[in-house]
């Protein structure tokens, strides 16, 4: 059974930094996409950031262009996203998922999802 769990949000200022962690366990093989959705209270959920199995190629939604970074470590079945300048409109509930296979997609077509980690910014 696939796990995922999430950690690291909280509430911060405009300005400040968080990482989120997101711990994948029952992933016996690659290769597989792992990335970060959204979802801010009456919004959808939307797309952040993926990685592929390599980490060669990642991306992110233009809304975190130069802001957010995703980081994998296929040695701890570990995915990161690295906040920097944060926002008020960064406010929400952060989402790891895991996607079979190495296309990347920004579609919500993920195979597994986590419970989700909040992240509030204070303006």
């Known amino acids: 059974q696939v796990q995922l769990v999430e950690s690291g949000g909280g509430l911060v200022q405009a300005g400040d930094s968080l990482r989120l962690s997101c711990a994948a366990s029952g992933l016996t093989f690659g290769p597989y996409v792992m990335g970060w959705f959204r979802q801010a209270p009456g919004k959808e959920r939307e797309f952040v950031a993926a990685i592929s199995w390599s980490g060669g190629t990642t991306r992110q939604a233009e809304s975190v262009k130069g802001r957010f970074t995703i980081a994998r470590d296929n040695a701890k079945n570990t995915v990161y996203l690295e906040m920097n300048s944060l926002k008020p409109e960064d406010t929400a509930i952060y989402y790891c998922?895991?996607?079979?296979?190495?296309?990347?997609?920004?579609?919500?077509?993920?195979?597994?999802w986590g419970q989700g980690t909040q992240v509030t910014v204070s303006s």
């Open positions: 998922a895991v996607k079979r296979g190495n296309g990347i997609t920004t579609e919500n077509l993920y195979n597994y």
